[in-house]
């Protein structure tokens, strides 16, 4: 308890470095309970009595794995304590840790160890993240979101984000750059259909066309990262070439439209304005299963 006492008042850094791992929580239900809990402790405190972060960062939880958690908690219990902060009364709300909230709930659990932190809304926010970031199997867009947010929410540059969470700053400008890449390339991120590494290659290209063309030969013909490195750089250049000829030529409103469709469509698609407002559309396809995807997609 002493080391615990250290920690108060170093900041949000120490609020997620050097929390002990104590095995035997489970088995200390004397420490305090309820509306006697001590801020700085570890407490036991009815499920009941906490609700959920608001500022959560992570949105989905796979079912399967909280299952194989709840199942975990059942015969172990909660290892790590969450942590929350008061909020009157007997009443508290989580700062980080849902995830073992809710396995504990699942798992027919009545009460849970917790960390009470003293905190507002902007710490609570970068606790969570902080803590998401280095305690989750995130994968790299969730990653970036999530640096993304303690940037812009928690006014940190990417300087004093890399010292927050122990990265190089190199590291932080790569996950951030993920983010630039198109709906249909970051979701393939998220379900692991590609790894970062193809991200990252596709997002050196800033071509959007050049991006869906070179995603599109990673997936049909299994590209490992050095090959899809070797096409970024010389397949594209024409395409991008030409783009940029061509762009000239389209207003900024109908390039933004351009870009916009070629990501919902995953195809590259052109704008030719006439005049008068008027103008057509081309919407490439790749084969007779692309086309059917694309008419999938226009007319649902």
Do not use: W
Request: hydrophobic share 35%.
């Amino acid at each position: 308890m002493s080391k615990q006492k250290e920690l108060l008042g170093k900041g949000i850094r120490a609020l997620l470095t050097n929390i002990e791992d104590d095995t035997n929580i489970t088995g200390k239900k004397e420490i305090v309970q309820n509306i006697g809990a001590s801020t700085g402790g570890i407490n036991f405190i009815p499920l009941s009595n906490i609700e959920v972060n608001p500022f959560q960062p992570r949105v989905s939880f796979d079912e399967d794995s909280l299952a194989e958690l709840a199942d975990s908690i059942r015969i172990h219990g909660v290892i790590q304590p969450i942590s929350v902060r008061r909020l009157g009364g007997d009443k508290y709300q989580l700062i980080a840790g849902e995830r073992r909230l809710r396995a504990s709930k699942l798992a027919g659990k009545e009460d849970i160890p917790a960390f009470i932190r003293t905190a507002n809304d902007q710490e609570s926010l970068e606790i969570a993240l902080i803590e998401n970031i280095q305690r989750e199997d995130l994968n790299a867009i969730e990653i970036g979101v999530n640096y993304k947010r303690l940037i812009d929410e928690c006014s940190l540059s990417q300087e004093g984000l890399a010292e927050r969470v122990g990265k190089k700053r190199s590291t932080i400008t790569n996950y951030l750059r993920l983010l630039k890449l198109p709906p249909d390339i970051q979701l393939a991120v998220k379900n692991d259909e590609i790894s970062m590494g193809h991200a990252k290659a596709l997002v050196n290209l800033e071509d959007v066309d050049a991006q869906l063309t070179v995603y599109k030969d990673i997936i049909t013909k299994g590209l490992s990262v050095r090959q899809t490195e070797n096409l970024a750089k010389v397949l594209p250049k024409s395409k991008t070439i030409k783009k940029k000829v061509t762009s000239k030529t389209l207003p900024y409103i109908l390039q933004k439209v351009q870009d916009h469709l070629t990501s919902h469509l995953s195809s590259k698609v052109e704008l030719t304005p006439i005049k008068n407002g008027k103008g057509t559309i081309n919407i490439a396809y790749y084969n007779d299963s692309d086309l059917e995807r694309l008419l999938d997609l226009i007319t649902n």
